[in-house]
């Protein structure tokens, strides 16, 4: 009897081992959670560089289409904007006329050769035969490229700046991931990407620039909750309203521009506390520029949108240049 005793006590104590034994080591699997404690501290790892080039991108393609836009609603404005090369274009181009004048020059003898030779055809086909070999060389002098060459030439530079983003993208995906990106905002943005790639390869101006827009809201508003960037995310709020109201005022919904211009002055206040070292010069002119947009909008008049449109979204440019440069000094 006494054994049996012993033995049920023996049975128990060991049970009481086992499960004080689980417990410990719930505890210890328990405990890898509270250890992430840059999420504790509210720190964000600072942006790689592949995040900064998809951005790049998006502005580029964003700019390219705008171009597009311009030239065949303002050409005048279009005319403006391509008047102020990238470094390096203007060499590349004067290179490049040259070599292309040269060569018009060269068919130019060829054609007068030919013409003396065959003068005895009669004048009908000589001034043919003129006016074919003075057109060809039009065609390739100066720029050297007809309009619809250069128009395909805008897309290929469209489609360039999509395929590097695609590519950026799969290099900064997993690192995103790593770093927290809700899959809310992973969605967004490659529902955006999906979009916006249809509509280059349609070649559709006007649905390619809304998709833009919203590739760059929901890029910019999901970098800053995982990544420290080297700009506050309220100038990226401003950004995105103001190109939505200026692409809801060239669909002439005037409704919504009032609507997008007005959220955009919201996070302004939130971002001008914030630039309190940036020239307060330039502070001023942002705010003004964005107040004569707004103002350019309730008018509904098309033409100073654009115009008040261009000078606000230069500052917001120049700002977003310096507050970049402070943070990279700090």
Request: aromatic share 4%.
């Amino acid at each position: 009897m006494f054994c049996k005793k012993r033995l049920i006590f023996l049975v128990v104590l060991i049970i009481i081992l086992n499960l004080s034994l689980i417990g410990c080591g719930q505890k210890s699997k328990s405990s890898p959670s509270q250890k992430p404690q840059s999420e504790a501290s509210g720190e964000k790892p600072k942006a790689p560089k592949s995040a900064e080039t998809i951005l790049k991108d998006i502005n580029s393609l964003i700019g390219e289409l705008d171009k597009r836009n311009k030239t065949a609603k303002a050409p005048w404005m279009a005319a403006k904007s391509s008047d102020q090369p990238a470094a390096g274009a203007e060499g590349n181009s004067n290179h490049s006329s040259g070599n292309h004048t040269g060569q018009g020059t060269a068919q130019g003898d060829a054609a007068q050769g030919s013409s003396e030779q065959g003068g005895s055809e009669g004048s009908a086909s000589g001034s043919s035969s003129g006016m074919k070999n003075s057109g060809a060389p039009a065609m390739t002098s100066g720029k050297g490229q007809s309009s619809a060459e250069q128009d395909q030439m805008q897309w290929q530079k469209i489609g360039m700046s999509l395929m590097d983003i695609h590519e950026k993208w799969n290099e900064l995906e997993p690192e995103a991931i790593a770093a927290g990106l809700p899959a809310s905002s992973r969605n967004g943005f490659e529902n955006a990407l999906q979009r916006l790639t249809q509509s280059v390869s349609e070649q559709n101006t006007d649905a390619s620039i809304t998709a833009a827009i919203d590739l760059f809201d929901q890029y910019t508003s999901g970098l800053s909750q995982i990544f420290t960037l080297s700009t506050p995310p309220q100038l990226y709020q401003v950004q995105y309203r103001t190109m939505a109201a200026l692409s809801a005022a060239d669909r002439e919904d005037w409704t919504a521009a009032s609507d997008e211009i007005s959220a955009a002055l919201e996070p302004w206040g939130l971002l001008k506390a914030q630039a309190k070292k940036v020239d307060n010069k330039l502070l001023v002119r942002c705010e003004f520029s964005l107040q004569d947009l707004k103002t350019a909008i309730s008018k509904m008049d098309p033409t100073m949108v654009m115009i008040k449109g261009d000078i606000a979204q230069a500052n917001l440019k120049n700002l977003e240049k310096k507050l970049s440069q402070g943070s990279q000094g700090k």
